[in-house]
């Protein structure tokens, strides 16, 4: 049985309180904000990490799933790695001239990725998607892009989803289509005739992958209506397979941007496409001053040299895998209605049997708080990403803690004392 133990986190809610006064939101990164996991519950400050494993600042340890939000793909502070920002720290972060780790990056990502001829370097998936867009659009001389998915905060891809300060106008050049389902983008390309310059989709994600054909089908008809396909691998990309979710299906877009694992935790991302297209970029402004700093694009270059050494992603899919069985094997002898699914380098957890929101996300709540006191972090309803560093080890134990929690979950329910035991994890925490 996984010991389950008092964990405080006195120090985090110390210091959070201090950040909501100076930080709005409390948060750089929203998917990190406290509230998206369980407040009081969960660890909310990191002070260290190494391997699979992270420390908080008020000195708990734990196996974490979290990982950045995915761009930790090798470990944290994977040597090759470290070495390789250390090497380059003596040198130099930017300069005023290019530096030579812009091209030997560049090569790099064009040896693995299928789509990749040609490349462009900036700092995150926004601003990836963001030029992606500029470019398709410069390309074609269209405006209209039809999407499915999250591409970033920029106004751009958030106008369809307005939700305050973006202009309305944009409404207009963006619009959202259904996954696997070819017959509604049909209807889109012959609403819009000659107007759609890019399709742009995650290939796959948590618990989306494409039908047989879909993808291909996808590419014949973009292509048919004059229309580029964008593929957004900012999650799949060096995590799939070394070549993305497009070697791993075996279909190639025109475009694809990249990002969060390419470089281990560096801050660096990445628009490929074909040659003819990306010259297109040649005349945009797109252009930012740390697209060369050299860091970062040391770490991609050692990330992805690990990745050629080393069976990386077959480790990635086995370690998903012994994952994803042990969760819904433990699941199971617990009496819980909760699935393991997804692709299992990047799976995710789901309650089949959550009455409404609010249970659901009291169930949540007790799950979180219940693996952070046994030491293990995951995300509400979000994505398991495995590492390099996860071990078997790492694996058992965190069934193991899972499977406590959820007999205890089984137990609160049926009690229905579901509300009272998920805001005593917060007064216990505390």
Known sequence: MAQQTVVHFTESLDLFAHAQEVIAGGSQTSSKRPSAYALGAYPIYAARASGSHIWDIDGNEYIDFVNGLGPIVLGYCYPEVDAAIAEQLGKGIIYGLLSPLEVAAADSIIDAVPAAEMVRFLKGGAEANNAAARIARAYTKRELILNNGYRGWSDGW??????????????????????????HLEDLFRTHDNQVAAVTLDAASMGKEPEPGYLQGLNDLAH??????????IVTGFRLAMGGAQEYFGVTPDMATFAKAMANGMPLAAVVGSKEVMQAAEDLVISITYGGEALSLA???ATMGVMRKHNVHEHLHQTGELLRDGINAAAQRAGVALEAYGLAPIGGERFLDAGDAEEESLMW???L??????????????VNFITFSHTAEDVAQTCEALEDTLHELRRVRESGQLARAASET???AT
């Open 158 to 183: 958030s106008a369809s989803r307005n939700d305050g300060g973006i202009p309305s106008a944009l409404e207009q050049s963006i619009r959202q289509f259904t996954f696997n389902d070819l017959n």
């Open 224 to 233: 048919k209506h004059g229309a580029l396909v964008i593929y957004d691998e």
């Open 299 to 301: 770490a991609a270059v």
């Open 365 to 367: 709540r007790f799950l």
């Open 369 to 382: 708080a219940g693996l952070a006191q046994r030491g293990v972090l995951i995300r509400r309803g979000g």
């Open 426 to 428: 917060a007064a216990i």
